[in-house]
């Protein structure tokens, strides 16, 4: 997880470079993709497993932040959704294995089941 982490930093040095410097999203970013390999190696230093959730949570929302740059630059055609699609993918990888370690690491947590949200029709299973 710590080594997908660090590919998706390499990962977005040539989107970063392509960006214009005063884009916000530049700066927002690198700084996103920057906290998530930093939140695990110091999540991995800690001894108890409420410090090291908390630091993988960070993670975990640093790299939700990541993708939600990702859809920005989209939304401001700065790179074409394709190209988008694969950090996606990279950052999916990365968030699954940080819900895992923090699930393996908080036996107090609550964990809700994935949900299917839907606007309009109902599942079959749900009308029955």
């Given at each position: 997880m710590y080594q997908a982490s660090i590919e998706f930093i390499a990962w977005t040095i040539?989107?970063?470079?392509?960006?214009?410097g005063t884009a916000s999203v530049r700066n927002q970013l690198d700084r996103a993709s920057t906290s998530v390999p930093l939140n695990?190696?110091?999540g991995n230093g800690k001894f108890t497993?409420?410090?090291r959730c908390?630091?993988?949570?960070?993670?975990?929302?640093?790299?939700?932040?990541?993708?939600?740059?990702?859809?920005?630059?989209?939304?401001?055609?700065?790179?074409?959704t394709e190209e988008i699609e694969t950090g996606k993918a990279m950052l999916v990888k990365i968030v699954s294995m940080l819900f895992g370690l923090i699930r393996a690491n908080s036996d107090t947590r609550v964990f809700e089941?994935?949900?299917?949200?839907?606007?309009?029709?109902?599942?079959?299973?749900?009308q029955e």
């Amino acid at each position: 997880m710590y080594q997908a982490s660090i590919e998706f930093i390499a990962w977005t040095i040539p989107l970063l470079d392509r960006l214009p410097g005063t884009a916000s999203v530049r700066n927002q970013l690198d700084r996103a993709s920057t906290s998530v390999p930093l939140n695990i190696a110091e999540g991995n230093g800690k001894f108890t497993s409420p410090d090291r959730c908390r630091f993988f949570d960070n993670a975990r929302g640093s790299a939700l932040e990541a993708a939600a740059c990702l859809d920005v630059m989209a939304a401001k055609r700065f790179v074409d959704t394709e190209e988008i699609e694969t950090g996606k993918a990279m950052l999916v990888k990365i968030v699954s294995m940080l819900f895992g370690l923090i699930r393996a690491n908080s036996d107090t947590r609550v964990f809700e089941e994935r949900a299917s949200y839907r606007i309009g029709k109902k599942r079959e299973q749900d009308q029955e």
